[in-house]
């Protein structure tokens, strides 16, 4: 059974396209990483998943929950399903609270709001789910306001938020990034475990590799607002085929260095939106660029039967969009 | 794994002699510092919060020295302790063998040139109204530093690897990388002894992330720079630090030459905190379920 269904998604920032494309399935009970650096259009397709984004960015395409196209919905249809079977957690927990509002009180919200519940029941509920998140002694948390509560309380109080109403998808981006290891640690056990037990689909959206590692069964790796590779995390992070999963992996891998001394980097930066080459977008960066490099790879596989336009990507598809893909052994190890 | 080993094996031969030499460059001795809380009652005052307990540490010359710990830790109050920008309620800090803690300001310009710093957030740290050129040659001017300023700051940027053209330019026009690079640049500005640098990469993607750590480590050999790491994050520290302190709620609990501390943890809590660091294996939550057990 599929949760959510995103296909040919394209966001453009003030008419530049700033996610070309994007197709991608997510299986329920599934957990899927969106990883790639700043300014690859990760944050961008969360937002348009929600339906958050801001004005003069536009989406189009399709993102199909439940057989309905939530780029078709008007706002009002929208707010209906936000924070019901489509449900967001934000890096910043501070600023994804209501500074004003006892905790308690927020999780009730969404519950009296999308659940139709009386207020006595719903602060209940939003106790039970203090508990849920394990927060100690709920009943007094939940009296508390965002300021009384430290990083990791805070992002907890979100995820309950968030897991209010069921939902049939939950986006996460950079979850943890604030956070210290161990909360981070726990946070991400939490994650996993109320997944899991919910038979939600988790999207992790996030820069850090390991954090993908400890979590996802699946990975996108999207560059340039394409996903230039997806497959199963083990197989992916192993085995590298697009030559930008491999920069990122070689340098996030702090324990191998060349015989200078030096740690593996990717050579020159993100270009600006609009500046990405044509073709391969990852050709100016790419060791391995040359002139095929001018047509743009298709996302395929590695079997020739495979090869071509993958619309909707298969759960756990191996496929790169790559004209020069590395071969099996590791590189950058 | 080998790598870390080559490099620690590298660095012992230029550190080797500095070492021996005996006073510490940075010392401080049983560093307590006291904070008191806002009020809460009229009657009486706010609580008192030990934000370190007894700390005693000492940077040899020529080191890498990593400072790791959760926030609340005390490790960042201890980098602003030992750089004087902040005074302890007791013990001493000393530099180069000479007491600063407790010393005026004004008898302290030694220490300002000899020690600088880098913040975690170069968008928060550099002026966002300056030019580059004058917030690299900005240090010059403030320690009255008598040479050619236009000069000094092309051969500081081109340490950094920015060209030399950049100097008209302001803070928002650069990517978090170069921002991350200008403030490295200002650091180096008045040729100091000993950089402490305080998260300086954790707000960056991983691919710039390690050029800034490549850039560190470089400066570190060729300005022969004692460096002390301030960081949550474990795998950073371990690349970079030939030894570390752990703190925890105010105290050092474990300290010694890093890769024994990561491969022979003597305590629970410095065990508690390498089980918590995600790996690419991705064995994180069964790792942390059996730590936590």
């Not at chain 1, 993102?63 to 910043?92: H, I, P, T, Y």
């Not at chain 1, 689909?201 to 979590?215: E, F, K, N, R």
């Amino acid at each position: 059974m599929s949760g959510l269904t995103v296909e040919n998604l394209v966001v453009e920032v003030n008419g530049q396209p700033a996610v070309r494309g994007v197709s991608f399935e997510l299986d329920s009970g599934g957990r899927t990483g969106l990883i790639g650096e700043s300014g690859c259009g990760k944050s961008l397709t969360a937002l348009a998943l929600m339906g958050l984004l801001p004005h003069g960015v536009t989406a189009s395409g399709s993102v199909l929950l439940d057989g309905r196209n939530l780029l078709d919905l008007s706002d009002k249809e929208m707010c209906r399903v936000r924070g019901n079977s489509l449900a967001m957690v934000f890096q910043e927990p501070m600023t994804a609270l209501n500074p004003m509002m006892r905790v308690g009180k927020q999780i009730a919200e969404s519950l009296r709001m999308h659940r139709g519940m009386d207020r006595a029941a719903a602060g209940r509920r939003a106790v039970e789910l203090l508990d849920r998140v394990r927060l100690p002694e709920p009943e007094q948390t939940a009296r508390k306001y965002p300021h009384q509560l430290s990083g990791g309380q805070r992002q907890r109080v979100v995820l309950a938020i968030a897991l209010a109403c069921d939902p049939v998808v939950l986006v996460a981006d950079e979850p943890t990034t604030a956070l210290d290891v161990t909360v981070q640690a726990q946070m991400l056990r939490l994650m996993d475990e109320l997944v899991r037990e919910e038979g939600a689909s988790l999207l992790l959206i996030t820069h850090d590799l390991p954090v993908v590692a400890s979590v996802c069964e699946e990975v996108l790796v999207m560059y340039g607002g394409t996903i230039v590779e997806t497959g199963l995390v083990r197989e992916v992070f192993d085995a590298p085929r697009h030559h930008y999963t491999a920069g990122l992996l070689a340098s996030t891998a702090l324990d191998s260095v060349d015989g200078s001394g030096r740690l593996a980097t990717i050579p020159g930066r993100v270009p600006s939106l609009g500046q990405f080459p044509d073709g391969c977008v990852y050709r100016n960066r790419c060791p391995r660029a040359d002139e095929v490099c001018v047509a743009t790879p298709l996302l395929s596989g590695d079997e020739p039967s495979l090869t071509g336009d993958l619309a909707v990507s298969q759960i756990g598809r191996r496929a790169f969009a790559c004209h020069h893909p590395l071969h099996d052994d590791r590189v950058g190890a | 794994m080998k790598g870390g080993t080559d490099r620690v094996a590298g660095s012992d031969e230029v550190t080797g002699p500095d070492r021996t030499s005996g006073t510490p460059i940075l010392e401080g001795v049983d560093l307590v510092r006291e904070y008191r809380m806002p009020r809460r009652s009229l009657r009486e005052p706010g609580a008192v919060v030990r934000a370190l307990d007894g700390v005693s540490i000492a940077i040899e010359e020529g080191e890498t020295f990593g400072i790791v710990g959760e926030s609340g830790s005390g490790k960042s109050t201890l980098s602003r302790i030992l750089m004087a920008l902040d005074q302890p309620t007791e013990g001493t800090v000393r530099y180069a063998g000479r007491q600063v803690s407790g010393t005026r300001e004004r008898r302290l310009r030694f220490l300002r040139r000899d020690v600088q710093m880098i913040l975690q957030d170069p968008m928060s740290s550099l002026n966002p109204r300056m030019r580059v050129g004058r917030l690299i040659s900005e240090p010059l001017s403030a320690l009255g530093i008598d040479c050619d300023h236009r000069d000094r700051v092309g051969e500081l940027l081109n340490a950094v690897g920015l060209s030399d053209d950049v100097v008209d330019r302001y803070p928002h026009q650069f990517s978090g990388g170069q921002r991350q690079r200008i403030a490295i640049a200002r650091a180096l500005a008045p040729g100091p002894r000993v950089i402490v640098a305080d998260e300086p990469v954790s707000a960056l993607d991983v691919s710039v992330r390690a050029q800034i750590l490549n850039l560190l480590t470089d400066l570190a050999e060729q300005f022969r720079l004692t460096l002390v790491m301030v960081s949550h994050d474990l795998s950073v520290v371990r690349y970079l630090c030939d030894r570390i302190a752990v703190m925890h709620q105010g105290r050092i609990v474990e300290t010694g030459d890093t890769e024994q501390i990561y491969s022979d943890p003597q305590q629970a809590y410095t065990r508690k905190l390498l089980a918590a660091v995600p790996t690419l294996e991705g064995d994180l939550l069964n790792r942390y379920a059996r730590s936590d057990a």
